[in-house]
């Protein structure tokens, strides 16, 4: 079985943000992505509020018909937002104010005793929880002794990667970790940096479930449409 597709529709709104205006609107790229043969629908409401507004969550939560998936921090004020608005899955991921997008994975190790009760309350309002980790054994057992049913393992260094030999090196990490994830009964799912030409080793991979992937496909999509732009990924993914 293929992966799904997960498309975050963030940058859609950085660009309405950019000019305070109503367009272009993530919720009605959110729909035609969906169109395209998306399997989810992800956004990141980031505390500064960059981006994705309140307003955007509320809204795609009444109309979003695949899965939704909030990427947040680990803070009370997102925990009790996550509560009300209730979507399919929160995906926990580190946060600094500074950087221009998430740059590497939680410390799941590092900062368990935080995190613990952030992953109990999330599971127990009815919100599965997925932690966003660097492809890192000690990481990924970590995630399974705090008994999150999910982990994305990020897969900016395979994405970035200059040549080949350390492209292959940080692919061998990404598979590892995925073996291992699987192996502790995680599901298993990536993403961060991949595009239409880099994916298909990704997606290649049986032990990932789920890839989400947003920036590439939000540029590709000003030149095509959303739903062409979403149909080429699936295309990519699979090789075609």
Known sequence: MSARLGVNVDHVATVRQARRAHEPDPVRAALLAELGGADGITIHLRGDRRHIQDRDVEILRQVVRTKLNLEM??????????LTVKPDQ???VPERREELTTEGGLDVVLNSVTLRPVIKMLLEGGVRVSLFVDPDLEQVKEVHKLDAPAMEINTAAYSEASDEKSREAALRKVIDAARLGRKLSLEVHAGHGLDYRNVRAVAA????GELNIG???VARSVLVGMERAVREMREAMSGR
Do not use: D, F, G, P
């Open 90 to 92: 929160a995906t926990l």
């Open 73 to 82: 921090a680990a803070t009370q004020e997102m925990v009790k937002l996550a």
């Open 205 to 208: 991979l049986t032990e990932i």
């Open 215 to 217: 920036h590439s496909i």
